[in-house]
């Protein structure tokens, strides 16, 4: 495979258990309604709620048990040539736990953080703030891979530029197809 498609197809495999975890809040949201409490417990910051309502305990443990979940789907794939050639991790040389844990937690780390810049700039739960609602899972969980994995700084810098430029294609395309109504 032509190697800039492939540093490209690696960079997109790595995080797609972050991915995964990005969504795993909002597939999860009906269920487990117990655990749907705010991870900053309702409280304030220089009179603005630290995270806000949106960012729940459900959220954070869905996320990161969904990441774990598709890392152990990565190590079973990892036997197959395709998978191999793809992967910039020896998925049979780490703890699945602790990769997915890694992943899903540094996801929704990333998500966290921008919310928490995003009440301080006064949005509210649920406004948009392209491109970090988008992005924020990709930074979050890349940068705890770079430092934990050994991977080099160039990997984080391709990640970003990769997620980024397949969230406006995968956008363009929704909008072109009018299955979504927004433009970004
Ligand atoms: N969610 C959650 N717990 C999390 C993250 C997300 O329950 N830790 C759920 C919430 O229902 C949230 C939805 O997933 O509304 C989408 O998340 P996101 O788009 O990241 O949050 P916003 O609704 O935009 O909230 P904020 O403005 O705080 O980023
Ligand atoms: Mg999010």
Redesign the pocket.
Known sequence: MNSILLRIIESIYVLIPAGFANMA??LF?KFFSFL?KP?DFGRFYKGTRI??D???W???IF?ILTAIGIVAIQRFLYYHDFFYGISVINYTKISVISLGFLLGFGA?FG??V??FL?RRIG?????DWWPF?QMDWVFGSSVFLVLVYDLSFRNFLVSIAVYFVLHIIVKELGYFLKLDKKHH
């Open positions: 809040p909002v949201g749907a991870i995270l806000g949106h960012k729940t459900r959220g954070l996320g929704l998500d966290m921008k919310s995003k949005l509210k739960p649920g406004k609602d």
